[in-house]
């Protein structure tokens, strides 16, 4: 199955994050707040057709969005989340 997002919504997925402390420790996952740091998996139409909007996110770009924001879905044993576009705070460049 597939998930195709509607109007102004995206699909994310959960990006791990590896994080050390300032000594070169690394924290695990369970030791820390996780940050909310999610890849675009698939783009809502309305966000296509927007001229102002289809250039600031694609597919496969890294974000950062709300922490409270989303629905949580489970589909094929994978935990994605479908977020308004609105919720989107920054995108993570490399």
Known sequence: MKLKPIGDKLVIEMVEVEEKTSSGIVLPTSAKEAPSVAKVLAIGDEILKDEDKKDLIKVGDKII?????????????KEYIVVKIADVLAVVED
Do not use: I, P, R
């Open 65 to 77: 969005f709300s922490k409270y924001a989303g629905t949580e879905v489970k589909l094929d044993k």
